[in-house]
């Protein structure tokens, strides 16, 4: 059964930049599609991007991809040996208050998650 | 302002049958398939029907979905309070080149 264990700073100032690192236990890193959601206090769910390896654990071309909105702050890396991957998103404000939650995407183009790591309350 | 819209409530009592509406686009919804999520107070979401009507190992069949053009539903039959959650929408849209969600529907059991 896979497992997700996501960790990271969870008080930031403005400016600074989050950075959060999911690992995932009990499955396979290659073929999936390794997503950051993020979920302001109170509020719906936002697709942050992902990142993609191949059947064969290599990064994919044009292997990541992030919501327009974010507007080039984030950056989604991954480490096949760990079994990691992280996100990285610059210049906070006060609107990236929220609980960060990494998940893995089943296959591309279709917004099916599972399973998600339990979320990361991120504070700016 | 999310690009899928859901009512933001619903409400039921015990052993009634519920349903929430989640209403896109040409872009999202009616191009490709819908998933459903049920968040619990406190915890992550987890993914409640896949595919606009599959329910993953262990998902009651007390819940199931559809889709019609541009709108997709959740229906939940026996609706226990444990069913007491947010549920949210989602799918790809081809317009971000992104996964949409909708706002979310708060569902009280009475």
Redesign the interface.
């Known amino acids: 059964q896979v497992q997700l264990q996501q960790w990271g700073t969870g008080l930031l100032e403005p400016s600074e930049t989050l950075s959060l690192t999911c690992a995932v236990y009990g499955g396979s890193f290659s073929g999936f599609y390794w997503t950051w959601i993020r979920q302001p206090p109170g509020k719906g769910l936002e697709w942050i991007g992902e990142i993609n390896y191949d059947d064969w654990g290599n990064e994919s071309r044009n292997s990541t991809n992030y919501n327009p909105s974010l507007k080039s702050r984030a950056t989604i890396s991954g480490d096949t040996s760990k079994n990691q991957f992280s996100l990285k998103l610059s210049s906070v404000t006060a609107a990236d208050t929220a609980i960060y939650f990494c998940a893995r995407g089943i296959i591309r183009v279709s917004g099916r998650f599972d399973p998600w790591g339990h979320g990361t309350l991120v504070t700016v | 302002q999310?690009v899928l819209t859901q009512p933001p409530s619903a409400s039921g009592t015990p052993g009634q049958r519920v349903t929430i509406s989640c209403s896109g686009g040409g872009s999202n919804i009616g191009r490709?398939?819908?998933?459903w999520?049920q968040q619990l107070p406190g915890?992550?979401?987890?993914?409640l029907i896949?595919?606009n009507n599959q329910r993953?190992s262990g998902v009651p069949d007390r819940f199931s979905g559809s889709k019609s053009g541009t709108s997709a539903s959740l229906a939940i039959s026996g609706l226990q309070s444990e069913d007491e959650a947010d549920y949210?929408c989602?799918?790809?849209d081809d317009s971000?080149?992104?996964?949409?969600?909708?706002?979310?529907t708060k569902l009280t059991v009475l």
């Open positions: 999310s490709h398939t819908v998933n999520y915890t992550a979401p987890k993914l896949y595919r993953p949210y989602a799918a790809w971000l080149n992104g996964v949409v969600f909708g706002g979310g």
